[in-house]
């Protein structure tokens, strides 16, 4: 299994909040990806982060943001968490450029009250 | 505009059988597809790919089916175990690339299957 954690796995935070997830990987894998899973919409991107600082927007990023300051952790933030980002957030990670394949985190569960 | 779906929320075979998981695309950009397998609280797991430039791919008991001409493909578990029971997710991706080199890849909505013992 690739090194990926994610933290925390659960949270339950109130709308207007601002909430930071991690991800973590020891497999020194250039890409990163955030995704989230929703009923009826399978995974979709939020950001995905290409090296150290070089992040670029998904197909669901308003709302979000994203930092990439070391190779190992990429963090998603919701600035003012809303009752529509409920959802299952997933971290991923890939070898290299044209490598499709992704590996997965183990996912946070989330909940805006 | 979903341009990959899965129109089988759920499937239900018997140990034993075949199980037969189809996925639609619209995009005639996709090149390489995979499918990707989900328990309850892990993440998905990678489990079989195709590039467009082929029509079948085998993996043990996994084998992926790629119809060009329809845009459609298809993932045929024989036999069908218990264990296997979870969501499939099909995937693909396109060969343009975004900034980083980055390969837009597009999940559809997934399939529930449950192998009845």
């Known amino acids: 299994d690739a090194g990926i954690t994610q933290s925390p796995r659960h949270k339950v935070t109130e709308t207007g909040t601002p909430v930071t997830l991690r991800c973590h990987q020891t497999?020194?894998?250039?890409?990163m990806y955030w995704y989230r899973q929703d009923p009826g919409h399978g995974l979709r991107l939020i950001h995905y982060?290409?090296?150290?600082?070089?992040?670029d927007k998904g197909e669901v990023s308003d709302g979000y943001s994203v930092s990439r300051s070391k190779t190992e952790d990429f963090l998603l933030t919701l600035e003012s968490a809303t009752s529509s980002q409920t959802s299952v957030y997933f971290c991923?990670?890939?070898?290299?450029?044209?490598?499709?394949?992704?590996?997965f985190g183990p996912g946070t569960r989330l909940l805006v009250l | 505009d979903q341009q990959v779906k899965q129109n089988s929320p759920s499937l239900s075979v018997q140990e034993g059988r075949i199980s037969i998981l189809n996925c639609d695309y619209t995009?005639?950009?996709?090149?390489?597809f995979l499918w990707y397998k989900k328990y309850p609280a892990e993440g998905p797991t990678f489990l079989i790919s195709?590039?467009?430039?082929?029509d079948k791919n085998e993996d043990g008991r996994f084998t992926v089916f790629l119809n060009k001409s329809a845009k459609h493909l298809s993932l045929h578990i024989v036999p069908s175990q218990p264990g296997d029971s979870a969501v499939y997710f099909c995937a693909a991706s396109e060969g343009t690339r975004s900034r980083g080199g980055y390969q837009k890849v597009t999940f559809g909505t997934g399939t529930k299957l449950q192998v009845i013992p």
């Open positions: 497999e020194n894998h250039r890409y």
């Open positions: 995009n005639s950009m996709f090149d390489y």
């Open positions: 982060s290409y090296g150290v600082k070089d992040t």
């Open positions: 195709i590039s467009s430039i082929k």
């Open positions: 991923a990670i890939s070898e290299s450029m044209g490598k499709e394949t992704q590996y």
